[in-house]
């Protein structure tokens, strides 16, 4: 079967205006230009003369239509990081991360919807609302990358790129059914994304990475984003299963967690591991990490990190807290309540002491070093992306306290490949992560790859 660009980005784009009223994702479209550049494609297509090879390896996303996170500066559209305090601001160049997809020939067809200062899991904001989740309009569809997420469970994109610093591309993942890569620490350019913060931790913890309705699409666009650092992920090696060490907790999940974890995401746990170990003769070892018991307190330290997302110090804006809450208590301020909490949050360093601080960083410190020469370089951990299925609107405390099955691993640099586990009796998706050492990309992925076989991938919303 062949199809052209043009057919492939007007396909899109008309599930796109057919999904987008319901699930209200699209800050920003640039329709008429992608139709552009998909003819330029073709027409380029029916001139060119050489093997068809080298093209895959020149421009490996040559006119294939891509949606990209609001907080990534796309050239010419909107840049705002959905908060009413940079209303009009557009991208006046793009990210280096959205240069290697155009690069690679890739054809964007908007930018999507994130909560305010990408600041929670549930994607709201006052600049165009509430972004719903496709298989159930009355829950969240994750967050901040909710607004790829909900397109791509709804069919509405093929590749989205998204952004992760306690979870944003493994939560949307997690709660429309979809697969998504965390990179390793350092891989993936920032420059061009917004928040920014020039705190070190800060490009330590937050990377950029793919969310993918279909799992094999992941390796190829990481190989773009990745640039020249892909050659440090060696993703075209094979991986031999026989020697994987497959580590993976179910008992104790409770013991560390105030939201209980689904039965039947512990259940897919278990199964993973059993056709993993059936199939592949991998190495199986039950653990408990007692660590966990603090991994709240640890997540918690990614609050800490110096002026990131705190819009009432920006010297910018020049808002006052109080008078905001003031405001806000009114129905006046242009805050989002979920933004305004986190910065609560981050003034208290989420109630944490001095004493408190320095003592849940080094146990953090300790916690990665065991844990990554635990794993090595054949090791992976399978975990819950999410503790439950998607939450219902303006949950989100229960979403921060469902954060911890994911923020450890951007503290610890670790990639994480999201695997969609099914669906629910209700119609919810459910998933679970693959957790490798700091550049094992190649490792969780390939692994993510064989259990999508086993669980089927994404399903379309009923």
């Known amino acids: ?199 070190k931790r800060f490009s330590e913890y937050l990377v950029i990475g793919p969310l993918t309705r279909y799992v094999e699409d992941l390796k190829l666009t990481l190989k773009v984003l990745a640039g020249s650092k892909a050659l440090r992920l060696r993703l075209d090696e094979q991986v031999n299963f026989e020697t994987i060490n497959l580590f993976y907790m179910v008992d104790s999940f409770d013991e560390f967690c105030l939201t209980k974890v689904d039965r039947r995401i512990k259940h897919a746990i278990e199964q993973a591991v059993l056709y993993l170990s059936k199939n592949f003769k991998c190495k199986v070892h039950e653990t408990k990490f007692p660590e966990m018991a603090y991994s709240n307190e640890m997540c918690a330290l990614i609050f800490t990190i110096g002026s990131f997302c705190n819009v009432f110090t920006d010297s910018e804006i020049k808002y006052n807290v109080l008078m905001e809450f003031l405001k806000f208590l009114r129905g006046h301020s242009i805050f989002s309540f979920q933004s305004f909490l986190f910065n609560v949050l981050m003034k208290t360093n989420c109630l944490m002491t001095v004493d408190e601080l320095k003592l849940y960083s080094g146990k953090a410190a300790d916690f990665k070093e065991k844990f990554t020469s635990t794993l090595g370089t054949n090791g992976v951990f399978l975990y819950p992306s999410f503790p439950t299925e998607a939450f219902r609107h303006n949950g989100f405390i229960k979403g921060i306290l469902g954060t911890r099955f994911a923020g450890m691993f951007n503290l610890f640099g670790c990639p994480c490949t999201c695997v969609p586990i099914g669906l629910t009796k209700n119609g919810l998706p459910l998933g679970i992560q693959v957790v490798g050492a700091p550049n094992q990309d190649n490792l969780t992925l390939e692994v993510a790859k064989e259990l999508g076989k086993y669980f089927g991938g994404w399903e379309a919303p009923n």
């Open 1 to 199: 079967l062949q199809i052209s660009s043009e057919e492939l980005v007007s396909a899109y784009i008309k599930r796109i205006e057919e999904v987008n009223p319901i699930i209200n994702a699209v800050v920003e479209n640039r329709f008429s230009e992608a139709i552009t550049e998909a003819k330029n494609v073709d027409e380029y297509l029916s001139r060119y003369n050489t093997a068809t090879f080298d093209l895959e390896k020149t421009k490996p996303l040559l006119g294939v239509p891509i949606t990209i996170k609001e907080c990534l500066a796309v050239k010419g559209m909107s840049y705002t990081g959905c908060s009413l305090t940079r209303k009009g601001i557009k991208a006046k160049e793009d990210a280096e991360a959205v240069k290697l997809l155009k690069e690679a020939g890739a054809i964007v067809l908007l930018v999507s919807s994130t909560p305010e200062y990408c600041t929670t899991i549930e994607t709201y904001n006052n600049v165009i609302g509430r972004t719903k989740n496709p298989y159930d309009t009355r829950r969240a569809c994750g967050g901040s990358s909710g607004g790829e997420g909900a397109l791509l469970g709804a069919g509405a994109s093929i590749i989205g790129i998204g952004s992760d610093i306690c979870g944003s591309i493994r939560v949307p993942c997690a709660f429309n059914g979809i697969y998504g890569h965390k990179p390793s620490t350092g891989i993936v350019p920032l420059e061009g994304s917004f928040p920014w913060c020039d705190d």
